[in-house]
């Protein structure tokens, strides 16, 4: 089945700074990656997705990349600021209908 | 409703002790998935529901795990006989269809085995 392996475990930077998560994937059918963010005792929630089809997408302070071909991808955030500080998880899943399979998660913290 | 609703939100049950966990998901979602997660571990896939039938249960830890699910509607977690590792949250989530869209975390239902 599908692996996905995330690093770093955690990251600290500076108010300002960006941030960068990393995800590998086993599975070359994966065609959909979402990232999600989860704040100390909530639900995970959808930050940012992107499909098989392109390379790149952008929204806001948030951006993701996939290179398909050395089947990995990131997470970037720019100008962070304290209220990004949470737990981000990446996942993969193939197109037809299989589990959501998701990585080990970042505790990113951004220090005032 | 208008997102995945789980109940309780908080079970404390005593070992050896049968729990039933609850989720009912986005009206229309025909995908369903249950996690879980140990205090400030990652997400543990546990089972995947498409419509009533289950293709993959391969993440449940042991045969005292079951689940099922009526139709495209509520899903409900068992677990018999619990033990004290089975302290962690379980989340459900939906998703509209199979493939690539976002699922949709209920709140979870945080079970500590005493």
Known sequence: GENVEQHPSTLSVQEGDSAVIKCTYSDSASNYFPWYKQELGKRPQLIIDIRSNVGEKKDQRIAVTLNKTAKHFSLHITETQPEDSAVYFCAASKPSGSRLTFGEGTQLTVNP | ?114
């Open chain 2, 1 to 114: 409703g208008a997102g995945v609703s789980q109940s309780p939100s908080n079970k404390v049950t005593e070992k050896g002790k049968d729990v039933e966990l609850r989720c009912d998901p986005i009206s229309g979602h025909t995908a369903l998935y249950w996690y879980r997660q140990r205090l400030g571990q990652g997400l543990e896939f546990l089972i995947y529901f498409q419509g009533n039938s289950a293709p993959d249960k391969s993440g449940l830890p042991s045969d005292r795990f079951s689940a099922e699910r009526t139709g495209e509607s509520v899903s409900t977690l068992t677990i018999q006989r619990t033990q004290q590792e089975d302290s962690a949250v379980y989340l459900c989530a939906s998703r509209p269809d199979r493939g690539r869209t976002e699922a949709f975390f209920g709140q979870g239902t945080r079970l500590t085995v005493v």
